[in-house]
């Protein structure tokens, strides 16, 4: 499979961001395809999440097709006006935001280009964060709660583009193969699931649910998620899963004395996208065939 390249700012789809929990992976919305994705588009007019191949509005058959160009076409033709600004003087100027620069910004000569990391005006020398050791730096006017949201931003940042990273090459590794999307080959890959995985052996056959487990934190000598088929109780919270899976892969679990929400580990629920709650009852949110990841330090 081909390497998807960031889509330019006039297309139909887009894809998530580093940080968005959505990023770690979805299944393709389009109907005869399902398949999951670890870099899902959005597409900006239905709003559905779908694969490389599908990505485009021919591609997944658009029910909203034209509905971005239409938004983009209104606000093109909105009739706003800029408001005129006074011509920049050395009286209205001030210096580089870098201590080691004394070059005057805001002048007609360099307009400067303002950080919204560190909230800094800088020369065009300066004007990346790796330029003027932005990670370093306190936000002028930050309070001391947006300073930890700040940090606990770029933990989740480094650990959502590790995931990232591990989902690129996995795609990279699987060659083009037909799509299971009949009932017959879910459930050959259903019972190859079931054969492969463990748990308690005294949970009935009835009350069994198979999942695909894996975690972040837990990785292979190649540097891919450790993974691992089992099967739960239907009756079991999503609190005792996590418990019995990261047992299972050896992952840390410091749930019951962290002080940090940094240090919680989380379910991540692959098909539906979202982070679930402890307490939710894993019959009511997963199917047999479905896919969980353990990530640590994500927000419900």
């Excluded at 789809?13 to 870099?39: N, S, T």
């Excluded at 894996?214 to 540097?223: H, M």
Aim: a positive charge; one cysteine or more; glycine letters at 8%.
């Amino acid at each position: 499979m081909s390497t998807s390249t960031p889509p330019p700012e006039d297309s139909s789809f887009k894809m998530y961001e580093v940080g968005d929990v959505e990023a770690i992976g979805a299944h393709c919305g389009y109907e005869y395809c399902h398949q999951l994705d670890f870099l899902p588009f959005r597409c900006q007019s239905c709003g559905g999440k779908y694969c490389l191949d599908h990505r485009t509005e021919d591609g997944h058959r658009c029910p909203n097709k034209g509905a971005w160009a239409q938004r983009r076409r209104e606000n093109n033709t909105s009739g706003a006006t800029l408001p005129t600004t006074e011509k920049p003087s050395l009286l209205t100027s001030q210096q580089c935001g870098s201590p080691v620069c004394k070059t005057f910004v805001h002048t007609s000569q360099n307009l400067g280009v303002h950080c919204s990391t560190c909230n800094r005006t800088y020369c065009l020398k300066h004007r990346f964060p790796e330029d003027h050791d932005c990670k370093n730096l306190t936000p002028l006017g930050a309070r001391p709660s947006e300073l930890a949201y700040r940090e606990q931003r770029e933990k989740l940042k480094l650990g959502f583009g590790k995931l990232r990273s591990w989902g690129r090459a996995k795609q990279e590794e699987i060659k083009p193969k037909p799509k299971p999307t009949s009932k017959a080959a879910q459930l050959a890959a259903l019972n190859k699931l079931k054969q492969t995985a463990s748990g308690d052996a005294k949970v009935p056959q009835e009350k069994r649910l198979y999942l695909h487990c894996s975690a972040t934190d837990k990785v292979t000598k190649d540097g891919k998620p450790k993974e691992a088929a089992m099967f739960f109780n239907t009756e079991w919270k999503v609190g005792r899963i996590l418990d019995v899976v990261a047992a299972k892969l050896g992952v840390e679990n410091l749930n019951n004395s962290a002080q940090g929400a940094d240090k919680i580990l989380r379910v991540y629920h692959v098909e539906s996208g979202e982070v679930l709650e402890f307490s939710e009852k894993v019959s009511q949110r997963m199917l047999n065939g479905n896919s969980i990841v353990l990530v640590r330090g994500l927000e419900v």
